[in-house]
């Protein structure tokens, strides 16, 4: 079986074959389509370097749907009951995992900076050593039995969450020549409405990744690629326990509901 | 309550390829049992450029319940029932091996339009998948609902027939069929929200 240019950054990572010449470059390009003034720093559909765009990425032009009640309302949330440690990925286990235990916590905001309340926030993350509880990575790094690396939790009244974990190993990846990702945690939030879904990447402050890493870098605008990077905060530490960060989200739209009428 | 000025959104990035164990431990692709006497089951696969089905996708619809009204406190249409504990209106799958993916639902009611009028019965489409740097928004619209497809307002923008039909489902019996396809010349019609 012969392995696609759009396959080559497979899940199968730094256990995919190589097979044909379908190196990209490097540093990125600025061969985007989809920027408009409305992108207002959302990454293009198409990302050369980023080779699994390259035969994912939509590219007949959008259809502008009108705001109805389909899109401005939204699940309340999209799972079931939340448990005691879904929001503490170092004690879901016997033991603890290893790795530099941390806090991430923040606030969901709407456009308008109006709080997200009891909205469903989701993470998922490698190992510290760059390893996913997956069946298809297969990058050589060890396992660890005490972390799966999934959590969840519910914004509260200020829109806040807050996860406890270890810090995520970065990981090799199949994209192009010794392609590495920065360490990073993927996150998805639901918000107030259809509109406001999305699923991002947080990233670690200084990370020497960032100028090599394509879908990094598909985020063109330095003031929107600074908004993916969490800050370290000495406030939110837990002295002689865990390091603290902060990491805000804006979801696109604003909360057109009274206050009262939320859930 | 004071608010901050209008806050720059935080930027998308690709759900990428390890997202299961965190995303879809838990089965949300029934919205309502099989045996539910309205149920209905739509499953599509979702393709690439390259006509190959993605195997690490993600599709989450959105829909009114059979009255046509959302699980929300926005919908403020109190003359129409709404049962929050039995209908969410949300659903979740993944894609398998082949790229495909399903649904048990119900039939969604008509939802008034952005003017007067009424939108025909659909469904909101999310889809995620390793690659697409966000999400892909498309709707599932119903063969059965001609009339009401035809004065839609969201389909009747569609000028390109062909790209119209792509988002009406295709009754195949025991199912409908709804295909997604992400690029190439039988591309999905997309939405930019």
Known sequence: MTVRAGERDGPGKAGLSEKGDTRVRQRPTDETVGFRPKDNGQPPYLYQDYVATRLRAPKEPLIILPKTLSDTTGPAYGRGPIGELDDDLTRQHAGEPLGERIIVTGRVLDGDGRPVRGSLVEIWQANAAGRYTHHLDRHPAPLDPNFSGAGRCLTDNEGRYRFVTVKPGAYPWKNHDNAWRPAHIHLSLFGSSFRSRLITQMYFPGDPLFEQDPIFQSVRNRGAQERMIATFDLEMTEPEWALGYKFDIVLEGRDDTPMEDRR | ?193
């Open chain 2, 1 to 193: 309550m004071t608010c901050e000025p209008t806050l720059k959104p935080t930027p998308s990035q690709t759900v990428g390829p390890f997202f299961h164990g965190a995303l879809l431990d838990e089965d949300r692709s029934e919205l309502v049992p099989p045996d539910h006497p309205e149920a209905i089951r739509i499953e599509g696969t979702v393709y690439d450029g390259g006509g190959e089905p993605v195997s690490d996708a993600m599709v989450e619809i959105w829909q009114a319940n059979h009255a046509g009204r959302y699980n929300d406190p926005s919908d403020r249409r109190q003359y129409l029932p709404v049962d929050p504990a039995t209908f969410s209106g949300f659903g979740r799958s993944g894609t398998d091996e082949g790229g495909r993916f399903s649904f048990v639902t119900v039939k969604p009611g008509p939802v008034a339009g952005p003017d007067t009028g009424m939108q025909a019965p659909h469904i909101m489409v999310s889809v995620f998948a390793r690659g697409p740097l966000k999400r892909v928004v498309t709707r599932i619209y119903f063969p059965d609902e001609e009339g009401d497809n035809a004065n839609d307002p969201v389909l009747s923008s569609i000028v390109d027939p062909r790209f119209r039909k792509t988002l009406v489902a295709y009754d195949e019996g025991n199912a409908l069929r709804f295909d997604i396809y992400l690029q190439g010349e039988n591309q999905t019609a997309f939405f930019e929200l």
